[in-house]
Each structure stands twice: as C-alpha cells, then as structure tokens.
DNA sequence: TGCGGCTATTG
DNA sequence: CACAATAGCCGCAG
C-alpha cells in the first residue's frame, strides 16, 4: 500500500489515459470525490477528508483535462489548495453552445438530449407521502425514466455520497462527449473546439482571480480618496456633516433660500432652470459645454465627481472589498450574457482612473501591463476575411493605411471605423462611413449582414461559435414606431456583437495563454479588462514575462487567423503601480494610439 | 419593496 | 451619447 491515491493514478493509465485526456471531476469537501474516464473503462468513488490529495496526484501525473460541471468545482479545489492547469468547463461550453446565461446540469443535459424544454422537472418542495423514487426508477441513477435529470440531484443531491459523486463525474465525463459532438457540428470545427478550451480555462483565470485579488495599498487608497471628501467620518454625524458642506459649496451659488436635493436630477434640473440654464438632462458632458454660463455649474460638477467617489468608489468600497491581506475581491465573470465578455464586480472593472496610483505591486514585485492596440478594427479584419483590411492591420497603427485609403484624417478615418462597428447612423462620419464601404466591402457587408440579422430577430453565431441570441421580436408591435427603433437597437446589437464577441474570444485565448504560460515564472494575472491584462510578477521576472506576454499574443493571434494575415499588437510595459502606465494623459478621454 | 430612469465610471 | 458592463440614488407603483 502506498500513498493514498497512488491507485487512482495507476488505475487511469491501465485505463489508457495520458496527458490532456478529459476526466471527469466531482469534489465535495468532506464527502470525498467522483472521477471517471469518457470512455467508461474506469470510475472510482473516494470518501477522503482531504481530497486534493488524490486530485494533485492525478494532476501531476497525468495532468487531464478535468471536466468539471462548472467552475464551482475549480474554486472548491483552490480553497483545498489544488490549482489545476487545464478543464472542459461544461456550464462555459453550455453558454458557447446555447447563449444566454443559464448553464445548469439539467438544462445543458435537456438541451444536448433533444429534450422540451419545458418538461425539466423542478425539485419536489418536498416529498408529501416520503416515497422518493417509488415508480420512478434508481433513485441513484442521475438520469430518470422520462430522460431527465433527477431535479434532487442537480438541486445538490450529487454529492449526498461517493458513490453518487462517482456518478456524477461519469455523467460529466459523458456530457463534455456531447458537447464536443454539437461542436463540431457548428463547421468550424478546430477554432470552435479552442474557443472551448480558452473559455473554459478562462473561467479557472475567474476562480484564481476571485480568490487572489488585485494588490492595493489601502494607505494610498484612502489618501486618494481623501483628496475628494476629505478624512473618514469617525461617526455618521460627522460624514453628514461632510455631505452637507460638500453640498452647501454648490448651493452657495444658487439664489438664496433654494431647497435642492443636489441627487436628484430633476431637482437639479430645475435648479439650472432658475439661473437661467435650460437642458434637456444634466449629464456630465452636457453640463461641461455650458460651464462658462454660470459658476454653478463647475461647483456642480466637481461636487458629481466626489460624490461618485463617496458612494461608490469610497472608504465603504475599500471596507467592503479590500481584505486585511491588501487585495481588493470582486467576483469574476468568465462570459457576460451577451456576447461573451468577462465582467467584475466589487468596482474592478469600472474603477475611477484616479484610483489605479494605489494598485500597487507587492515587495519584490512588478505589474507587467499589456493592452492590445486597435483590437476590435484588427478583430474585424479577421472575422470578415477582408483582405483589403487585413493588409492595414501589418502596420502598428492601422488608422494610417485606412486614412490614408479613405482620403481623410486619422481622426476621422478612427470615427468611422468605430461608427461602422457600432451602427451609429447620424452625425458627421456619414461621408467617411460611405468611403469605409467603397474601401473595404468585405468588411463593412459583414457588419451590414450581422445588422439585418440583428433586425429580423435572427440569432449569430460569433467567429469562435458563440450563439448571441436576439429577439424574441414583439410580435404585436410590429411595424409601429416603437418597433422600428427596436429592430434598428438589435441591428446595432448584432453588428457590435460580433466585432465585440470575437475581441473577447482573442482575449480570453491570450489571457489562457499567458496564464499556462507564466506559472514557470510565478506569474499571475490580476485583473482582465476586456483588452488589458495586468500581470503580479516577481520582479526578477518581470522582463520575461513582458517577453512572454507578446510571444502568447502571437501565438493566440496565430492559432485564431492561421494564415497570419492579421497582425495583433500589444503595447507592454514594466511598473511598480498601475497608474504608472500612463494611457496618455489628455484632457478628455480617448488614448488609442498604440 | 421592487423596478425603471438617470448618472458616472470603465473598455 | 453609437456597443458593452457594474453600481448607486431617486421617484414611483404596488
């Protein structure tokens, strides 16, 4: 007898597994484990305490692809202290195949299965006559007579014993083999079957994510913030005080004896009526092109942006999502509902630019910080094989040959590519949009087709195969005002998801990349921003790893567009905090320029 | 109490 | 204010 789970080692390579071969996976700590071959030559049931230990065997062994039913799985393990390298995540591969959000066991089994919809059982609140099962087959079978799953099972009943997670993992096992068929089904077979490999690697990116956190210095933070709204209120009495005074910096342009509630904006809106300011709403923007009529209006401005910081970017934000260790936690997101890109919340993704001076690397490290130039022009190139456009992507910034081919600025060549990609049918771009079209056909067809399906309600596939779905379309107000602005908001939807959809697909094939990539030099992404990463390093490998970041993004862009006609580029750089990679500092927004 | 509207932040 | 997201507060309906 050797070390637990040597056996299971022994008993997957009798059963013909080598290294990346799907295994099916289920974990419940406490209970034991579940693991079990496609081909069902073999399946075991543990009932450990510490499961990792058979799972870091396996892994170092033979390293599989774990399928597991969902990320769940992979964040079990990493709070068990096992980080696997590589998964056939079914809920990920559900969404890939199916859209929407909804990727639980019964759903993807009814749907792979053919089943209706609309006959998945819902759990019995309760069994009234405690017959569990009577008349309705082996209450340890996961599947019923009528071909669904037993709802008790997927409500949580799966990990009830090791023989159920046993399986478990068999149905997993089973279910990765069905989808891997419907995959294939899709026509692009090879980029389909990686988009599901980078998916689902990026949800264990989510997980490890999640539990790491972003590094931030919370002394900086709060100095920052303090620059806003002033100290931390010790009491509520005190942070009442703070609003007040912040309002009353405002108000104190106003006529005497107003009574506005400076959160409302109707309020507000009315208070810009009575100094003689008349706007349809009072937006940012908006407000900004009016600040020399009144002194109000700055005032009002700047109490917006520290009352932004107070609520929601503030010492509350930092108490609730900072941790003792000095990482800020949000929960991540490996696909959106829509068109697939990854979300944080906890304010990861939408952090005030002001804030990224306390995103700082720990002793004896470095952020290494890549942003790709112009992906979503590049992404287009490739999706729509134009080669007109692809051609323009060899240069570092492809605004110049499309400017240059259009006739026009830079400026204005940028404007309408963007308005191309995102529908916008007013304003002055309309002539380049026309130029865009004569230039580059191929493309500008692809967006227009994306378009009409969009407007009919037909649901697109994106370039690595995943479903958007629109509609329903409102039958009843067809033909009315109403409807047409809906069907041209689903054009602009289908054009842009596309465009949108495969940047995140690249993205998440890059981001898998560099993860699997940098473990040999302890790399660790911290933060993904929809076409920036931000890598933890020890400083000692930061130069490497900024080397490596750009070998991943080769290799990605590679395995999308095989015959390299597309280039991707990456701007990189070593820092010791985020803010340190200046985007740029101009004014008003928009960096670019790569 | 829930939800749509408005606003601000990010890519 | 074209595409996407998270998030907070206000005002109103139930």
Request: proline share 5%.
């Amino acid at each position: 007898m050797g070390e637990p789970g040597r056996d299971v080692v022994e008993e997957l390579c009798r059963a013909g597994v080598v290294r990346g071969d799907l295994v099916g996976l289920a974990v419940a700590p406490g209970v034991g484990l579940g693991m079990a071959t496609t081909t069902g030559k073999m399946s075991v049931a543990r009932s450990i305490e510490d499961l990792s230990v058979v799972v870091r065997l396996v892994e170092d062994a033979l390293r599989p692809r774990w399928v597991l039913w969902s990320n769940d799985t992979a964040a079990t393990l990493l709070r068990a202290g096992v980080q696997i390298a590589t998964c056939w995540d079914i809920a990920a591969v559900h969404r890939l195949l199916f859209g929407r959000w909804r990727a639980d066991p019964a759903l993807v089994w009814a749907q792979l299965q053919h089943l209706a919809l609309g006959t998945i059982p819902t759990a019995a609140p309760a069994d009234l006559f405690g017959d569990v099962g009577r008349g309705d087959g082996d209450p340890d079978d996961p599947i019923r007579p009528d071909g669904h799953l037993r709802p008790e099972w997927s409500d949580g009943g799966w990990c009830a014993t090791p023989e159920r997670l046993r399986r478990w993992a068999e149905l997993a096992a089973r279910v990765a083999v069905l989808q891997q068929a419907r995959l294939g089904e899709l026509g692009d077979g090879p980029r389909v079957a990686s988009t599901a490999r980078s998916e689902s690697a990026a949800e264990l990116l989510c997980v490890e994510m999640s539990v790491d956190g972003l590094p931030v210095d919370r002394a900086v933070a709060e100095g920052i913030i303090a620059g806003f709204i002033g100290r931390r209120p010790r009491t509520e009495a005190e942070a009442a005080y703070q609003r007040a005074r912040r309002d009353a910096e405002v108000l104190r342009h106003a006529p005497p004896g107003v009574e506005v509630d400076l959160r409302s904006p109707g309020q507000v809106k009315s208070l810009l009526s009575r100094i003689g300011v008349e706007v349809p709403d009072t937006r940012a923007w908006r407000l900004r092109t009016l600040q020399e009529a009144h002194p109000l209006i700055e005032a009002l401005l700047v109490w917006r942006k520290a009352e932004r910081v107070a609520t929601t970017f503030g010492y509350g934000w930092l108490d609730e999502h900072l941790g003792a260790d000095g990482r800020l936690r949000g929960v991540w997101t490996g696909s959106d509902g829509a068109a697939g890109r990854m979300t944080a919340s906890g304010g990861l993704h939408n952090m005030p630019a002001e804030m990224r001076g306390a995103v700082v690397a720990e002793p004896g490290h470095a952020f290494v910080r890549a942003d790709l130039g112009q992906i979503e022009p590049r992404v287009l190139a490739a999706i729509s094989r134009d080669n007109q456009l692809a051609r323009a992507t060899a240069e570092d910034d492809m605004y110049a040959p499309v400017a240059a081919q259009l006739g026009v600025d830079r400026a204005t060549a940028k404007v309408a590519m963007l308005g191309a990609m995102y529908g916008q049918t007013t304003g002055h771009g309309l002539r380049a949009l026309r130029r865009l079209e004569a230039a580059y056909p191929v493309a500008m067809r692809h967006l227009a087709d994306a378009a009409r399906s969009g407007q009919a309600g037909r649901d697109l596939r994106t370039y690595g195969g995943r479903l958007i779905i629109l509609g329903p379309v409102n039958t009843a107000e067809v033909g009315t005002h109403e409807d047409r602005g809906a069907a041209a908001a689903r054009g602009r939807y289908g054009r842009n998801a596309l465009v949108q959809g495969a940047a995140a697909e690249l993205f998440k094939t890059w981001a898998a990349t560099v993860r699997a990539r940098g473990t040999r030099l302890a790399a660790r992404i911290v933060l993904c921003l929809h076409d920036e990463l931000l890598v933890h390093v020890p400083i000692e490998h930061s130069d490497a790893v900024a080397r490596l970041l750009d070998d991943c993004l080769q290799e990605a862009g590679h395995r999308w567009v095989p015959d390299d006609s597309v280039r991707f580029v990456a701007d990189i750089g070593v820092f010791e905090r985020w803010s340190d990679a200046k985007q740029e500092v101009r004014p008003n927004r928009d960096p670019d320029i790569s």
